[in-house]
């Protein structure tokens, strides 16, 4: 069911306030950044807004009152948020605001999520003096925030690597974490990730593709129990038969890779998810056997 935010003071019309955001490095527009960002560079934005004559009087607020543009970035992957602020001051255009925010290319991955906002001291119209001024109050946003897709669709198996202790996962080498709300339809590169912690050596050798086979082995092993838990918890909602007709209409979908890694383990996709969920021990055992782990490679 759709949902309206209702804010409890008053807010201005969208046209008195005209905004925007825009990527300043890498120099490039929105939809090439997936093509010349590199994991661990910094993107930086700049956001400016300008007020009408109108957004005062509709907000009731006086003119030169603290009101602030706030330009805030998300990395939902990496857990963490930026955000940086400006006053308007008065200008020939009217009022107007500059902000410049900087999101840690170390700690982005997959994507980031930019918006605006205006905020200032929203009138409430409460005959009460202490509840007539709502603090901070968001009188405008944009009407679409700025989504930035750091990756292609269409590129191998999705994998980021970044700070585990700064963004509150354990300390491991990696761990493959699943979107909790994904769907089988769902593409790969939305419903699953590899995470690789930067703050380990072994990193460098896993993201160069350098380390050892049983390394890449276990990893594997990993995603299999992920993606056949996350197909598992669908069980009751979509059967083999779905998805089975899901990975035949996408071969990018996440239906498709668990009904791949059941192909590879010699079982149905219905008894994978069974044992993801019921014996994830036996599944375990499945994988390491059909991956040769720790198996000596023929030197021939």
Not at 51 to 61: K, R, V, Y
Not at 223 to 244: C, Y
Not at 263 to 289: F, H, N, V
Request: glycine residues 8%; proline residues 5%; contains cysteine.
């Amino acid at each position: 069911m759709a949902t309206t935010e209702s804010r409890p003071y008053r807010t201005p019309s969208p046209t008195s306030v005209q905004g925007r955001l825009e990527i300043i490095a890498p120099a490039c527009r929105n939809e090439e950044i997936a093509d010349v960002w590199s994991p661990g560079d910094n993107i930086a934005l700049r956001g400016v807004a300008t007020l009408s004559d109108q957004f005062w009087i509709e907000t009731g607020i006086d003119k030169g009152d603290d009101v602030r543009l706030v330009a805030v970035a998300t990395c939902a992957p990496a857990r963490i948020r930026w955000r940086a602020n400006s006053r308007f001051e008065a200008s020939e255009e009217g009022w107007t605001a500059f902000v410049d925010l900087t999101a840690n290319g170390s700690d982005i991955a997959v994507s980031l999520t930019a918006d605006l906002w205006v905020v200032g001291p929203g009138r409430t119209g409460s005959a009460v003096q202490e509840n007539a001024v709502h603090g901070s109050a968001k009188l405008w946003q944009l009407a679409t925030p700025l989504i930035l897709a750091l990756e292609h669709d269409d590129a191998e198996f999705p994998t980021s690597a970044l700070s585990f202790s700064q963004t509150g996962r354990r300390a491991v080498p990696w761990v493959v974490e699943t979107v909790p709300d994904a769907e089988p339809h769902w593409s790969i590169s939305s419903s699953v990730r590899l995470f690789v912690n930067t703050d380990m050596e072994v990193c460098h050798p896993i993201l160069e593709g350098t380390a050892g086979a049983s390394t890449y082995a276990a990893i594997e092993c990993d995603i299999h129990m992920a993606v056949l838990r996350l197909l598992g918890s669908w069980q009751n909602v979509v059967d083999g038969r779905g998805i089975l007709a899901l990975a035949d209409d996408d071969f990018r979908c996440i239906a498709a890779l668990g009904l791949g890694i059941t192909t590879s383990l010699g079982i149905t996709i219905e008894e994978g998810c069974r044992l993801a969920m019921e014996e994830p021990l036996k599944l375990a055992d499945r994988s390491r056997e059909a991956l040769n782990f720790l198996q000596e490679q023929d030197p021939r």
